[in-house]
């Protein structure tokens, strides 16, 4: 008996089918061939909500807003009880600065889905930025509550802690995350800058080593902290205006 021949899914003409290879394509790098194949979903099913918001999210992931907007929404109209669309169009609005606008999305999404722990750290974000740090800390310990280990959760909440003086909780939250660091990619300097925010001095210090050992080519940078962290007397700069400076040319 000889076997069926399996045709691609860009040939089946089943809209699913082709979402899921261009989700997987766009998981392997293939950014080009996943969105021909979200647009080609899209012309079996103009109405597939999940390939406007996959499509939405790549372009906005390629700096295409204005297009990423146009599908997003059109994600929203197919499908209004889906939070990952409203989040997405946070995302946009908080890449604009525009963060009045970004968390009315991030609140939306929210709303739809409560246990959304992306949504709830987004919204915590664009709420701290606003000057809103106690609702922020509300919704970054809501994320941590349904996921535990979600680290950028924890360290958002602990600077939004610091923000707010509220050093003891901060350190506590910045301990747990220190226990966490094993996980790949872990922001090392960002955990260093909000230890010294603390003032804790050889916790600062022990990360920014770490850092330099596993990326020789930061190995400057962590010593320049290194130094700073020696020569400042007082390691709480309460607006986090340092953290932000020392940490973003690594981002």
Not at 94 to 104: D, E, F, L
């Amino acid at each position: 008996m000889t076997r069926p021949v399996r045709r691609p899914a860009a040939n089946s003409g089943n809209a699913a089918a082709i979402c899921a290879a261009a989700a997987d394509l766009a998981l392997r790098g293939r950014a080009i061939e996943a969105i021909a194949g979200y647009r080609q979903a899209i012309a079996i099913m103009p109405d597939f909500a999940k390939a406007h918001s996959n499509l939405g999210n790549l372009l906005f992931e390629q700096g295409r807003l204005e297009e990423a907007v146009t599908h997003l929404r059109r994600a929203i109209a197919c499908a209004p009880r889906s939070a990952e669309p409203h989040n997405s169009l946070g995302n946009i609005m908080r890449r604009r600065g525009m963060m009045a606008g970004a968390a009315q999305f991030y609140a939306q999404a929210v709303a739809l889905d409560p246990a959304y722990p992306e949504g709830r750290n987004n919204l915590g974000i664009t709420l701290v930025a606003l000057r809103r740090a106690v609702e922020a800390i509300t919704h970054f310990r809501e994320a941590l509550r349904i996921r535990p280990c979600f680290i950028d959760a924890r360290l958002n909440l602990a600077s939004a802690l610091i923000d707010t003086e509220a050093l003891t909780d901060a350190r506590n939250e910045l301990e747990l995350a220190w226990h966490e660091r094993n996980a790949a990619a872990f922001p090392l300097p960002r955990l260093g800058m909000l230890f010294a925010r603390c003032g804790m001095r050889e916790q600062a210090s022990a990360c920014f080593a770490a850092h330099a050992a596993l990326c020789p080519g930061e190995r400057a940078t962590m010593t320049s902290l290194l130094t700073w962290i020696a020569d400042t007397a007082t390691l709480v700069p309460v607006d986090g205006a340092a953290e932000q400076a020392a940490t973003s040319s690594l981002s």
